[in-house]
């Protein structure tokens, strides 16, 4: 029998992890973990470690509870030490409390390692204190989304407070609260704030008054994990907050994109203070019926060289009715840290990723690290470059199914209407089809510098007659850290 650690990961930052969680997750035999434990920690794990996705995340419940406390018990039973690895705090709406329960009631033993919670680190790293003398004696941490919503919180208490109010898993229904807050009596004019990502490298704060956040944070696009605070000491971050890296404040940006609008980049770009023209130049045609089960089945490694190709790779998957586990066993490659973390989305950690983020490193990295005659599947767009197939050549078996086609979708007089008269400082192009999508229908003006993610997207510029600057690594930190150097004040 061993134990079971309720281990709190801590808001997001792995610095914010304690250092008796750390040394449980060096030492665990098996880690079971939520899509909010960062998975940075999980690289913390010894080789061998069993590492399983409990998922949960707003919509998206990859187990149910009851499923995760047998897993847990069983593990327990098995193991030496299993750790159940969870976002901030376990017991803070984390289901910790029903977990110990269950593994209490099963003669399992176990041991909460508390962790930083969200609730408080977040605000704190905005710079909102929760409690503040003379502003805020108390703070009350609350979910909008339990079995009975928001019917089963007190507005009319909260209302009148001078509690600092701080909401989890409410941002679907902040227009909501605030309305009932206000409903209740609350001054209109409180302030509040909506903060995504908290503690993160990609931490966004949105603040407005109570009765504008709804909004507000609906044109800034806010999406979860993010949290809402609501109360006086919300204006505290005007001299508390960390001074906001707006390395990039003025500059304008044409950013043409593949697919849907706003792209990660656009805003990241925007969090750093850019003003940024998006501009949807093709979109995603899906090919179904490409993957063959029994190359799925034969395969010795799967490589993948876009975020998309991963995702409509399990869509593929599923429609055969098969799941990650078709790819147990099979070396997992990624070009670069995206495409690694949407394989992570499907509870996947990639087995080798190269230093270098194209097609032909990863192609060099598996010819190294796989045996002559392997079976190499290659899920890709329509066109993606030979280069992984060329450094395969003579050595593996490639399998590329086409699983999507970027389609140019941008008009000549649409792109007239939007882009003509305008001025840039920069255009970023982010994929060989966003070139010829663009440049096949309008000129960049003059002056405009010009950035391209990779080699690839640079050799199509240059064959446009564009000279352009290349992305010291082919990712999208690379891009920031290139037009930072460029327009950082
Ligand atoms: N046990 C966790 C909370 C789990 S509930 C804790 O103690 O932090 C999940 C909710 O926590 C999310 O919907 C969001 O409201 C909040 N949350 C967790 N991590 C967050 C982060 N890094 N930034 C903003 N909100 C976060």
Redesign the pocket.
């Known amino acids: 029998m061993g134990t079971v650690y309720l281990v ?1 990961a801590g ?2 930052d792995p610095g914010l992890l304690t250092q008796r969680g750390l040394s449980l997750l060096r030492r665990a035999d098996c880690v079971v973990y939520d899509s ?1 434990a960062g998975p940075l920690l999980l690289a913390e794990t010894k080789p061998g470690c069993e590492l399983i996705h409990a998922g949960k995340r ?1 919509g998206r419940h990859a187990m149910e509870q009851d499923a995760i406390n047998r897993l847990l018990a069983e593990k327990g039973r098995q193991d030496a030490c299993v750790v159940r690895l ?5 017991f ?3 289901r910790g409390g029903e977990e110990g329960l269950y593994l209490r009631e099963q003669g399992v033993p176990f041991e909460v390692v508390p ?1 930083v ?3 408080i680190a ?1 605000p704190a790293r905005a710079g909102i204190p929760v409690t503040h003398r003379g502003m805020a004696r108390g703070f009350r941490v609350m979910t909008a989304h339990d079995s009975g919503g928001l019917a089963n919180l007190d507005f009319d208490s909260l209302a009148h407070t001078t509690d600092t109010l701080v909401f ?3 941002l679907g229904l902040l227009g909501e609260i605030a309305s009932r807050l206000i409903g209740a009596g609350m001054d209109p004019q409180t302030p509040a704030a909506v ?6 490298p990609q931490q966004r704060t949105v603040r407005a008054a109570l009765a504008d956040l709804g909004r507000c944070a609906r044109e800034a696009h806010v999406r ?4 809402i605070v609501v109360g006086r000491t919300v204006s505290l971050a005007d001299r508390l907050a960390p001074p906001a890296p707006r390395g990039l404040a003025g500059a304008r940006i044409l950013l043409p994109c593949v697919g849907e609008l706003p792209s990660r980049l656009g805003e990241r770009l925007r969090a750093r203070g850019a003003a940024v023209e998006e501009l949807a130049v093709c979109r995603v045609e899906e090919k179904t019926g490409a993957v063959r089960r029994e190359a799925v089945g034969a395969a010795d490694a799967v490589a993948f060289t876009s975020r998309r190709a991963v995702q409509l790779f399990f869509g593929a998957l599923f429609g055969l009715g098969l799941d990650a586990r078709a790819l147990a066993g099979r070396r997992i490659a990624a070009v670069g840290p995206g495409t690694q973390e949407a394989l992570r989305a499907f509870g996947l950690l990639a087995d080798c990723v190269p230093p270098v983020h194209t097609g032909e490193a990863l192609g060099a990295l598996l010819r190294e690290t796989l045996p002559r005659g392997a079976r190499v599947l290659f899920p890709r767009a329509a066109g993606a470059s030979g280069a992984l197939r060329q450094a395969l050549a003579g050595w593996a078996q490639v399998e590329d199914p086409v699983l999507y086609e970027t389609v140019p979708c941008l008009s000549a007089e649409a792109a007239a209407a939007t882009l003509d008269g305008r001025s840039f400082d920069a255009a970023v192009f982010t994929s060989g089809s966003a070139v010829r999508a663009l440049l096949g229908v309008w000129k960049l003006p003059e002056g405009c510098r010009t950035l391209a993610i990779g080699p690839k997207t640079a050799a199509r510029l240059e064959a446009c007659g564009v000279a352009c600057a290349e992305s010291p690594h082919a990712d999208l930190e690379g891009i920031l850290e290139k037009l930072e150097e460029w327009f950082h004040a």
């Not at 969870?86 to 376990?90: I, N, T, V, W």
């Open positions: 709190g808001p997001g909010l707003a969870k976002g901030g705090d376990s803070v709406f984390g962790g919670t969200s609730a977040g989890l898993m409410g903060i995504e990502n908290a503690t993160l979860a994990p993010a949290l």
